[in-house]
């Protein structure tokens, strides 16, 4: 009965108090590993304070999109981006870009939970510290960042003790709460519940869907059910194109496009 109530508020928490506004705008966005092309001509626009979902079959380009909203294919060799990426007007790709700074501004979760092998509390402070904050403020951050997480409580007495430690949901929270450290304005999420049981995956939905009142979330999720619960629109990508995107209802109820119908129905992927 608690979780159906508590999926009753989530429900309602959709309807946020701001009206959406682009964050992020993708134009004809291309992205080549050496001679491959991994993503062809993806325009989009990623709302402020809402939960932006990306589905589609295996390799079909999702996360090495989402790595193109913080840059993190500049770590791969081959890698080479065509097109625009804006950000509050900025185009992320100019060469007088801070990646240090994009990458504070526009965290990333991975699919597996990957703390430092360190203590809680300097998990959390690890970015802060980087970016300077003085030692006094640190355990105000970490605080706020746990409770953010909704951590804060099972982790409280256990600060010092290693964050290796923690249950796999635990640790997938407290990857969050790192993020959350430094104050981002979008996360990425690259299906972050996939190594989970059900419940650790409510939580982070129940987090996810309070989370969009500060920020935008993009979420890559190979769960279509997780999409259609927490998601205010979806996008659908298939061979590196983004096939279509829309309200969540849309896309899984009334897709304009007859592969995407495929896919949700579960004729192919």
Same mark, same amino acid.
């Given at each position: 009965?608690?979780m159906v *109530?508590t999926r @009753?508020?989530?429900?309602?928490?959709?309807t946020?108090?701001?009206?959406?506004?682009? %964050?992020i705008?993708?134009r004809? =966005?291309n992205?080549y590993?050496?001679r491959?092309r991994a993503?062809r001509d993806?325009s989009? *626009?990623?709302? $402020?304070h *809402?939960?932006?979902?990306?589905i #589609?079959p295996?390799?079909?380009g @999702?996360?090495? +999109?989402?790595?193109c909203?913080?840059r993190?294919?500049?770590?791969?060799?081959?890698a080479r981006?065509e097109? @625009?990426v804006?950000? $509050?007007?900025? !185009?992320?790709?100019?060469k007088?870009v801070d990646?240090?700074e994009?990458?504070?501004?526009?965290?990333m979760?991975?699919? @597996?939970p990957?703390p +430092?092998p360190m203590?809680?509390?300097d998990?959390?402070?690890?970015?802060?510290r980087?970016?300077?904050v003085?030692?006094?403020e640190?355990p105000?951050?970490?605080?706020q960042?746990l409770r953010?997480a909704a951590?804060?409580? *099972?982790?409280?007495? %256990?600060?010092?003790q290693?964050?290796m !430690?923690?249950?796999? #949901?635990q640790?997938?929270?407290?990857?969050?709460a790192?993020?959350l450290?430094?104050d981002?304005?979008v996360i990425?999420?690259?299906e972050?519940?996939s190594a989970?049981?059900?419940?650790?995956?409510?939580? /982070?939905e129940?987090?996810l869907?309070q989370? %969009?009142?500060?920020?935008?979330?993009?979420?890559v999720?190979?769960?279509?059910?997780?999409?259609?619960?927490?998601?205010?629109?979806?996008?659908?990508? =298939?061979?590196?194109?983004?096939?279509? /995107? #829309?309200a969540?209802?849309?896309i899984?109820?009334?897709p304009r496009?007859a592969r995407t119908?495929? +896919?949700?129905?579960g004729?192919f992927?």
């Open positions: 009965t608690t *109530e @009753k508020t989530q429900d309602a928490s959709r946020t108090p701001h009206p959406p506004s682009a %964050k705008i993708v004809d =966005l992205l590993y050496e491959m993503l993806v989009v *626009e990623i709302n $402020d *809402e939960i932006t979902a990306l #589609g295996s390799g079909c @999702k996360s090495s +999109f989402l790595r909203l913080n993190m294919n500049d770590l791969i060799r081959t981006v097109g @625009k804006w950000m $509050d007007g900025v !185009d992320i790709y100019d007088n990646v240090v994009l990458r504070k501004r526009v965290g979760v991975f699919q @597996k990957n +430092f203590s809680v509390f998990n959390i402070a690890y970015g802060p980087l970016h300077g003085p030692k006094r640190l105000d951050i970490v605080e960042s953010a951590l804060w409580d *099972e982790v409280k007495d %256990k600060l010092r290693s964050a !430690d923690l249950s796999g #949901g640790q997938q929270r407290l990857c969050i790192r993020c450290a430094v981002p304005e990425l999420l690259d972050p519940c989970l049981d059900p419940i650790s995956t409510f939580r /982070i129940e987090l869907l989370l %969009k009142q500060r920020l935008a979330i993009v979420l999720t190979h769960n279509m059910f997780q999409a259609s619960r927490i998601a205010d629109r979806t996008g659908f990508f =298939l061979d590196g194109e983004l096939i279509e /995107i #829309g969540t209802v849309d899984f109820e009334r496009d119908d495929g +896919f949700v129905r004729r992927g």
